[in-house]
């Protein structure tokens, strides 16, 4: 293997410190210095230098977040010092008692304490050694928790090597933190959950905790996690002397410390906090169920002590549960802007949290039925900040016997179409392109770039434009004048003549994109390709029936089903007709001649690892000129998986599979003889 140059080796070198300095920026200031593209070109240039030169390939690298392979099951890791859990209070009158406690215990002299948010997530300690990230566990039963590192590698503000500028890494630094996933981040989770027919999250804390135990770190990549770190465990090669020195070298060394807190010499000033806190709480981005506040000093933390199972020098004060009961008056059903029908509790209107509550998800049939509410039942409804509020459960206890079961209806109820629930799923759904309460959310997929790819169509501009009564499905948008773009909101003659173009430039987009522009569900960029390819028209993919759609390779039996149901629908095709009358072409794929190459005739290939001499969209690209086809996952009928450098979990399947698993340069040979 050639030596890699010294200027490659010192570029790669210079880049993962560029990438570090941007990520630390982002994720943990929250003050980025690059744009994405800016920031994209520099991960892309590393990711191509460690590709060509392997060696180059640290375990610290930015591009090796999300390198680890499924686990069977958690190991477990002992704690070096016990994550003890606090004791509480709950009032405070209980809060004054801990500070009394705490000033005898330490002879009447002063103290301070620092008091902080109490994040509403999940424990963890990570270990860095030599100022690299080596180990991550979560907090477990206080002495022994579970190995989770390759999963906190993939939270972007977890540093992979600890920051030199202000203070140098101790040798050996154990610290302590929450992941924990922001409200917002959570709903949108939620709705992206829901919206694949899966059971969502209850809360954010479980959000957290189920994304973090995930045995495959892939899927934990996906998850919006987040993190605050509040403390040291051990501490090798350095020394602090209360709690806020431990907290300014946690933010040296480049974490994310827990914010905001405040350092209190009085118990007056505590209390303050804690109301502040208390009544601030829904503007906070995250959940917090309380504030933890902890004695200053460590020589004082360490002659208050501990008790079996908790410091005596720390206390959570929580905040009251935000919950409260209230009556049922009906269940509704909404329409979300994907189709997916939603039934919601109508509320007696309720307190809670501070907040008038007059409406509650109840998720599903499902979870009807589970809860078994009724129209008319007494109800513990919960509230979490930004969350959509709850039915916990039904007071049993104060049923009359004339409450009324519900049923989630046939029909959509805003458009009378035969709503969808597809087998194995918990959602029902409407199927109907045409449905109002879907409109927006269509139209701005329709346009969106992996699709129509109208430049200046933004959320903004749809809602102004589906609410002035403009534009009612994405056939309009074909419609729309220069006049009446003008007199929009932001809307000048330059940029209502600039849409305009992009308006009509889109009617000549290639058949994947408007297939995958429709929103069929399950239908995305890679299957809209597969159908374009395979029926080659418009016209070829509406005859096909059932049957015929599932035989084509990488669909199957529920894609099949979910094309056929959305082209069944009259309104559906009635669109479609509506956008081929405003001049979208739908152009046919011109058919491929396939040469009987014994090699890719009708054979399907699947690329994983970095190639060093092609691109994965090259690669492809070359599979389909020649016959083949280029898909995404190992499957029983997949004849080559073809090896880069770094292979992922498609070469396990392979091998698992018993499929033919070749190199980069085996794949060369097979192109050069075809």
Not at 115 to 124: I, Q, S, T, Y
Request: glycine content about 8%; some cysteine.
């Amino acid at each position: 293997m050639a030596q890699v140059p010294a200027s490659i080796r010192a570029e790669a070198e210079r880049l993962r410190k560029q990438i570090q300095h941007h990520n630390h920026c982002y994720y943990v200031l929250d003050r980025p210095e690059v744009s994405d593209a800016e920031y994209d070109r520099l991960f892309d240039r590393l990711t191509k230098l460690e590709a060509e030169y392997p060696e180059l390939v640290t375990p610290e690298s930015p591009t090796q977040r999300v390198g680890g392979q499924p686990v069977a099951a958690f190991g477990t890791v002992r704690h070096t010092i016990p994550m003890l859990s606090l004791g509480k209070v709950t009032n405070e009158g209980e809060l004054a008692e801990w500070w009394r406690r705490t000033s005898d215990g330490l002879g009447g002299e002063p103290f301070e304490v620092v008091a902080e948010p109490k994040l509403d997530g999940l424990a963890v300690e990570l270990v860095y050694e030599g100022g690299r990230f080596v180990l991550g566990s979560t907090r477990g039963d206080g002495e022994t928790g579970e190995d989770v590192t390759q999963n906190l590698r993939t939270i972007k503000a977890i540093p992979m090597v600890l920051r030199e500028e202000r203070v140098t890494p101790p040798a050996r630094i154990e610290v302590r933190g929450e992941v924990y996933m922001e409200k917002q981040r959570f709903a949108e989770l939620n709705r992206r959950i829901e919206e694949a027919g899966q059971e969502p999250f209850a809360n954010p804390r479980n959000a957290a905790a189920g994304s973090l135990r995930q045995l495959d770190p892939r899927i934990t990549a996906s998850r919006p996690l987040q993190i605050f770190l509040y403390g040291i465990g051990a501490l090798e090669g350095g020394s602090c002397e209360t709690y806020e020195q431990e907290l300014d070298l946690l933010e040296a060394l480049g974490f994310r410390v827990v914010q905001p807190k405040a350092v209190c010499r009085t118990l007056d000033e505590a209390i303050r906090f804690c109301r502040r806190m208390g009544e601030s709480r829904d503007e906070l981005a995250f959940e917090m169920d309380g504030v933890v506040l902890k004695v200053n000093g460590l020589d004082q933390q360490g002659r208050l002590g501990e008790r079996s199972r908790s410091p005596r020098y720390s206390v959570a004060y929580k905040f009251a549960p935000r919950q409260a009961t209230t009556v049922v008056r009906d269940i509704e059903v909404q329409v979300g802007r994907t189709g997916a029908l939603t039934p919601v509790a109508r509320l007696e209107p309720v307190r809670v949290g501070g907040v008038e509550v007059a409406n509650a998800t109840l998720h599903n049939q499902d979870e009807i039925d589970r809860k078994d509410v009724r129209i008319g039942d007494t109800v513990l409804v919960q509230r979490a900040g930004d969350v959509i509020p709850e039915v916990v459960g039904v007071v049993l206890e104060k049923r009359r016997g004339t409450e009324r079961k519900f049923r989630m209806p046939e029909n959509c109820p805003v458009c009378g179409a035969r709503a969808q629930r597809p087998e194995g799923e918990v959602v029902a759904r409407c199927i109907n392109f045409g449905c109002p309460a879907q409109v927006k959310g269509r139209i701005e997929h329709f346009a969106s770039r992996a699709a129509m790819d109208i430049e200046g169509l933004g959320t903004k501009l749809v809602d102004q434009l589906v609410e002035k009564g403009l534009v009612a499905s994405p056939a309009d948008l074909y419609d729309l004048t220069q006049e009446q773009l003008a007199g929009l909101e932001r809307m000048g003659e330059k940029s209502a003549r600039n849409l305009l173009n992009a308006i009509e430039a889109s009617k000549t987009r290639p058949l994947a994109r408007c297939l995958f522009a429709l929103g069929i569900r399950h239908v995305g960029e890679h299957v809209a390709e597969v159908l374009a390819e395979e029926f080659g028209s418009l016209e070829a993919l509406i005859a096909a029936d059932e049957a015929r759609l599932a035989s084509t390779h990488e669909i199957g039996p529920t894609l099949a089903r979910s094309v056929r149901e959305f082209l069944d629908n009259p309104g559906n095709l009635a669109a479609i007709e509506r956008l081929r009358r405003a001049g979208v072409q739908f152009p046919a794929v011109p058919k491929r001649d396939k040469p009987a190459a014994r090699a890719f005739a009708g054979k399907t290939f699947v690329f994983t690892g970095a190639l060093q001499h092609l691109t994965r969209e090259e690669a492809e690209a070359l599979v389909r000129e020649r016959g083949g086809r280029a898909a995404s996952s190992v499957g029983k009928k997949t004849d080559y998986v073809v090896a880069g450098e770094a292979a992922g979990s498609k070469l396990a399947k392979a091998r698992d599979l018993g499929v033919t698993v070749i190199s980069e340069d085996e794949f060369r040979k097979l192109l050069a003889n075809d």
